[in-house]
């Protein structure tokens, strides 16, 4: 192998490593929603993506999320969250409001309509 | 002075919370009353505005621990729908826009790349594609750079992702060689340069983004018809003045006009007037409804050809259209369990890919032919550019969306994702006979008696509580003949009634009460069997001690339910009737549907044990019932199936509903899931299966033997064709059963 094959294999490699860390093991930015009012809050900026994509709540008092939505792509216009069978349009440019009642603990995903953008709903006990 | 204000309220979970709430607003002052809703999750509140304000009773909720809210000027779904359809053509029009200029420059790039033919300095020609490629990076492509950049900020990757490295790495070797191709000669390389291969893979993805986009608002259709059906005005007739108002404003109690050609604007019961009336957009049912005076009717269905006055039952999210959008809306949000799969590959997908690019690059440099790092290059990004995460995310979405939406225009509402997969396994179908398969409402079928002894029979069952009474009764009427009430009355429970009517004795009953009566009925004998034999209950009437004639009694069989059973026989289901009935009558009623299989005498408390029974011999069961006496079979089914009892919908029961009161629907549903659910394997398997041979076949792994290697444009218009074709694959099911 020539020194220059060398180089492009281990930076190749490395890369590879990096891509792989980032995408699947790198720690993602999470939120605590906060409580008042009886309701717990969390606001969530969609933006090509969720921000903060995992949110934690407590089980048995009623969450609020509140989808800012600034991208204007339509993968991201309706947010998905199964569990509670929510299927709502987010407006662009606009907060929308989303409510559920997490009984129990566990993880519920939230995506956009195609299920292409991801988040996580972390209920905590 | 008083207000009142209806206030949201989450969090509620039984009685104990909402009385807790309405106590302590109660004790709030100013407060004069307050009422809250466990079911609907409001507190209505009759307060003095000048001792207490709407927020001072939404902080009085919230601090007794429950979440409150003011209703935020809801939008209806209309304006949710027309946001959403703006928002859309915005979108269409940027897109359209963006990929004629990527055309154009498309198309100039072809030619200047060629500077031979030309007779232009390559150098020059270079500088010239640079410029032309400028505008579509940034302009017609921004939005792939900008998305994949704040998708990676968030540690994600998606479609964007790939077309910008993709399209970056080509236009960054490309405008390196451009700027410092003097370097690059005196290194003793010709400069390549790639800019046509990017101005068109940016082309094609825009032109594929742009039918995803209008085929993704076809998925949606079902639900904008339902919704546009919403009548937007009502005639209300208040105090004796008619006048035209907003539907919002109708409330419970009020007096409606509607004129032919109109749509009912909400639920109601029609007060005088008579009418067909179309049912078609909400039930499937093409044939139109006579309603008349006591009818139920349903806001959205078109009056025909008669004036009638409606008073409305209910209005607002109560209505049967209002739920049937809401449950559609819930479905379409679900997810089939089959999608967990294409979950698990999406979610490691784009990494594993750019990983995959990577590799090929590096192969190609180490062991590929001079000029190894061309190759290399235009391999990466062919990698890239050819792999097609959308397909397999939109692959069981878009038809689950499709397939609910179709149901719920034939009348059938499937909850779900997890309701149609389940619905497609389907091999056996139990109905419930009373209300399912027959009409659920005795009715005298033969009568062998005079008007006066059929009178008197009536006029003694006034006093019964049996259901044949109320058909003894029904029948007479028809008839014309005036009833009275009658002196002595008595059951004898499993034989009849015996009592004086007008001064006469008179006896309703069976066989058994004659006897003990000692009443001789033999002539009538041969005929009360014959009667039973075809599913009737013999029902004998003697007057004075002497027999007077007899009568026959039956539930009649729904018109369609022989061809419903057909139909599911053909779908080679298994058809099973269970019912509570005795085996006799069962049987007959069986004959006339074509059913095989009956499970007679069988009590409701009982039917779920059978289901489960038939669980156990490894069956998958659909269970077919009203939704009300039959709640727990249809539960422990793996798929409950509830039929509905004309415009009164249990709605929420049973992973399906139909709408319309007769079997045809259940062939109509599992036909519905069978095909939505073909064509999600068929979406996942050729999403799959495109990756899997498309990007190896893009990384060069055919080369060494000889095989083609495929360039960039091929590999995005590969990548366009292959996410349309899923959506356009899905939308096959807005057609058909």
């Known amino acids: 192998m020539t020194p220059s094959e060398l180089f492009v294999t281990a930076v190749g490699l490395a890369a590879i490593a990096w891509v792989n860390w980032y995408f699947f093991f790198a720690r993602r930015s999470s939120v605590v929603a906060q409580a008042g009012g009886g309701l717990q809050r969390a606001r969530i900026e969609v933006d090509n993506g969720y921000a903060p994509a995992v949110v934690r709540v407590r089980a048995g008092q009623p969450v609020r999320l509140e989808f800012h939505r600034v991208d204007g792509s339509s993968c991201t216009e309706e947010v998905v969250i199964p569990d509670f069978g929510i299927r709502r349009f987010l407006p662009n440019g606009q907060t929308t409001a989303v409510d559920f009642m997490p009984r129990a603990a566990g993880a519920h995903d939230f995506a956009c309509g195609m299920g292409m953008v991801r988040g996580k709903i972390i209920v905590d006990e | ?432 006979k009373t209300g399912t398969v027959t009409q659920g409402r005795p009715s005298v079928q033969h009568i062998e008696l005079d008007d006066e002894a059929l009178r008197l029979a009536a006029s003694l069952e006034r006093f019964s509580e049996h259901p044949i009474a109320e058909a003894i009764i029904d029948a007479a009427r028809a008839r014309g003949l005036s009833l009275n009430d009658p002196d002595t009355f008595e059951a004898i429970p499993g034989k009849g009634v015996v009592g004086r009517v007008g001064g006469r004795q008179v006896l309703v009953g069976n066989r058994g009460l004659m006897s003990y009566r000692a009443i001789d009925t033999t002539r009538f004998e041969q005929q009360a069997a014959e009667l039973a034999a075809n599913g009737a209950t013999p029902v004998l009437v003697a007057v004075d001690g002497r027999p007077a004639g007899l009568l026959s009694i039956a539930d009649p069989v729904k018109p369609t339910s022989a061809a419903a059973v057909e139909g599911l026989r053909r779908m080679s289901l298994d058809v099973i009737m269970l019912t509570g009935d005795d085996e006799r009558t069962a049987k007959s009623v069986a004959r006339l549907v074509g059913i095989d299989h009956v499970i007679a005498e069988v009590p409701p408390d009982r039917k779920l044990e059978e289901v489960k029974r038939l669980q156990q011999d490894g069956r998958v069961v659909a269970m077919v019932g009203d939704g009300l006496n039959d709640a727990p079979a249809l539960a422990q089914a793996d798929v409950g199936i509830a039929i509905g009892t004309g415009t009164d919908v249990a709605m929420e029961t049973g992973s399906v509903t139909l709408i319309r009161g007769d079997l045809l629907g259940v062939p109509d549903a599992i036909t519905v899931a069978r095909r939505a659910m073909r064509i999600i394997r068929q979406n996942l398997f050729w999403a799959f299966i495109y990756n899997v041979i498309g990007i190896p076949i893009a990384a060069g792994v055919l080369y060494p033997f000889g095989g083609p290697l495929l360039t960039p444009a091929l590999a995005a218009a590969a990548m366009a064709v292959s996410s349309v074709s899923v959506i356009s694959n899905s939308l096959r099911l807005r057609k058909g059963p």
């Open chain 2, 1 to 432: 002075m008083s207000e009142t204000c209806s206030i949201s309220v989450s969090g509620m979970t039984c009685a104990a919370c909402s009385s807790r709430i309405q106590r302590s607003l109660e004790q709030t002052p100013g407060v004069k009353d307050a009422s809250v809703n466990l079911m609907t999750g409001t507190a209505t509140v009759a307060f003095d505005p000048t001792a207490v304000t709407p927020n001072g009773l939404v902080d009085v909720i919230r601090d007794t621990g429950y979440g409150a809210e003011l209703p935020s000027p809801d939008a209806t779904p209309e304006e949710l729908l027309e946001a959403q359809d703006a928002e859309r053509n915005a979108e269409l029009t940027d897109l359209r826009r963006k990929l004629l200029v990527s055309v154009v420059a498309g198309v100039a790039s072809v030619v200047l790349s060629m500077p031979g033919m030309l007779g232009i300095d390559p150098s020059t020609a270079r500088w010239a594609l640079l410029l032309l490629t400028l505008p579509v990076v940034l302009w017609a492509g921004r939005h792939f750079y900008s998305r994949a950049w704040a998708a990676f900020r968030h540690h994600a990757a998606d479609m964007n992702t790939l077309i910008a490295l993709g399209t970056g790495a080509a236009f960054g070797f490309s405008a390196f060689m451009t700027v410092a191709d003097d370097w690059v000669a005196a290194h003793g390389l010709e400069p390549h340069v790639y800019y046509e291969p990017v101005v068109w893979i940016i082309a094609l993805v825009l032109l594929g983004n742009l039918l995803e986009a209008r085929a993704k608002g076809r998925t949606s259709g079902a639900i904008r018809r339902l919704i546009g059906l919403r009548p937007a005005t009502a005639r209300v007739v208040h105090e004796g003045v008619e006048s035209d108002v907003p539907v919002d404003r109708v409330r419970v109690g009020d007096l409606l006009i509607v004129r032919p050609g109109e749509r009912i604007p909400t639920d109601g019961e029609v007060i005088d007037g008579r009418s067909f009336v179309d049912e078609s957009m909400l039930t499937g049912e093409p044939e139109p409804v006579v309603k008349e005076a006591g009818a139920a009717v349903v806001g959205a269905t078109l009056n025909r050809n008669g004036a009638l006055r409606v008073r409305a039952t209910r209005v607002g999210r109560d209505t049967v259209l209002a739920r049937i959008i809401s449950l559609v809306r819930a479905a379409q949000g679900s997810k089939a369990p089959i999608q967990r799969l294409a979950d698990r590959v999406s979610a490691v997908f784009v990494p594993i890919v750019i990983s995959i690019a990577i590799a090929t690059f590096v192969v190609w440099y180490d062991f590929g032919p001079e000029p190894a790092y061309l190759r290399a290059l235009v391999s990466a990004v062919t990698v890239l550019i050819i792999a097609c995460p959308c397909a397999m995310g939109l692959a069981v979405p878009t038809a689950v969306m499709v397939a609910t939406g179709r149901g719920a225009e034939l009348g059938v509402l499937i909850k779900g994702g997890d309701a149609l997969q389940r619905t497609a396994e389907v091999d056996t179908v139990v109905l419930d």
